[in-house]
């Protein structure tokens, strides 16, 4: 068995009143994160038992918590300090700037399939919330509730709660399709399957969105006023959520579409920003910007979800070589018109196809040998 976790966000139905009383727990805990972010930076204490004997009586009396709202604060800003010394391995003191407040299950907060209950400055309250897509979360045998998170976004508030639950691991030898998946820009994705069908998702309407919203941006920098850098951001955010949406949408659609122990098999793109540095700049934007690794992360945890698993290949040669007769020529490609024509045996397709073609078969070499193909050529 594995475990996945997921998160469930769910809209809090609260009241002018609650709203106030959120407000100013959210902003106390903040206040108190960085209170204690202060300390951790001049100490370097990352401890939890030393930090609560020397910082309690402060958290209660100065800040008002309740006992395990320090508690939470503490674990809050150990948190962030840890992930900072993982990621740059360095002491770099983290600023919490906007009101937040993690809640830890059945004590911060509580869940029914009715109400939401949360621990605040002024005590325990009792809230409705909209349920859509909750009901299954509630057989607490299968699904876990971590630390949650509640979260003010332009005056709504929600919960951001991570749920774990078990999944069955898939085995080679369950495996019973495999997918090839090319991922770009012409195409969003062109996808090749034991069928030997192919699939392709146009990315033609989401490439003129993205240069209107870069369009766009440039003309608000060039306001320099407050305002439209307030917007450049409001649009960032709005651009950012409908690309996570399509990602999803697609990643979606890709496990749905296909059965249970499914190999999924994708280009190793995590050098892609340093790859695409080197394009027109008229073209950077796209080329660098462009959403892969979001892609890539929603279609793993879905296929986890569905008993299908993805591995991530050598990109080398992917669109180079004929599938065909195994010929590699980088002038096999063009680019320009997006066709594929092999110099060897004039075998001719899509060069995306291709790319998905190649994947295909090294999905299918991986399960011959239960390694990994370092590059699609064969010597």
């Not at 309250?125 to 299954?136: E, N, Q, R, T």
């Not at 950012?240 to 990643?251: E, G, L, T």
Request: with cysteine.
């Amino acid at each position: 068995m594995e475990q996945i976790t997921i998160t469930a966000k769910i809209q809090i139905a609260a009241t002018e009143t609650d709203k106030v009383l959120l407000d100013e727990t959210m902003s106390v805990y903040r206040n108190a994160c960085n209170y204690v972010s202060d300390y951790v930076f001049h100490t370097h204490d990352l401890k939890q038992f030393s930090l609560n004997k020397v910082l309690y009586s402060t958290l209660r009396e100065k800040f008002g918590l309740k006992s395990q709202m320090a508690q939470s604060v503490l674990k809050t800003v150990i948190a962030r300090y840890k992930t900072i010394l993982e990621n740059q391995n360095e002491w770099i003191k983290p600023s919490f700037k906007k009101p937040q407040y993690d809640l830890v299950w059945n004590r911060d907060y509580s869940l029914t399939q009715n109400r939401f209950s949360i621990n605040t400055l002024n005590g325990r309250v009792k809230l409705s919330y909209f349920a859509d897509g909750m009901s299954k979360y509630f057989d607490h045998t299968i699904y876990k509730f971590g630390t949650a998170k509640l979260v003010n976004k332009h005056g709504k508030y929600y919960l951001h709660i991570p749920v774990t639950y078990d999944v069955e691991e898939s085995n080679i030898s369950d495996i019973c399709n495999v997918v090839g998946i090319d991922r770009g820009i012409n195409f969003v994705v062109a996808t090749y399957d034991s069928k030997h069908k192919s699939g392709f998702v146009s990315g033609k309407a989401i490439k003129q969105k993205r240069a209107n919203y870069s369009k766009l941006r440039k003309e608000l920098q060039m306001r320099r006023t407050a305002s439209s850098r307030r917007r450049i951001k409001a649009i960032g955010g709005r651009e950012n959520r409908w690309m996570r949406d399509i990602n999803h949408q697609v990643s979606k659609a890709l496990v749905k579409n296909n059965p249970k122990h499914t190999l999924f098999v994708l280009e190793d793109l995590s050098g892609i920003r340093n790859a695409t540095e080197r394009v027109k700049t008229k073209d950077r934007y796209v080329s660098v910007s462009w959403s892969f690794y979001d892609l890539e992360q929603k279609l793993i945890y879905k296929a986890k979800q569905n008993q299908s698993s993805v591995i991530k290949v050598d990109p080398r040669y992917t669109s180079q070589c004929c599938p065909c007769c195994g010929h590699v020529e980088k002038s096999n490609r063009n680019k320009k018109i997006h066709l594929f024509t092999c110099k060897n045996c004039g075998y001719k397709s899509n060069d995306d196809r291709i790319g998905a073609m190649n994947l295909y078969r090294m999905g299918i070499d991986y399960l011959a040998d239960s390694q990994v193909p370092d590059t699609v050529v064969t010597e």
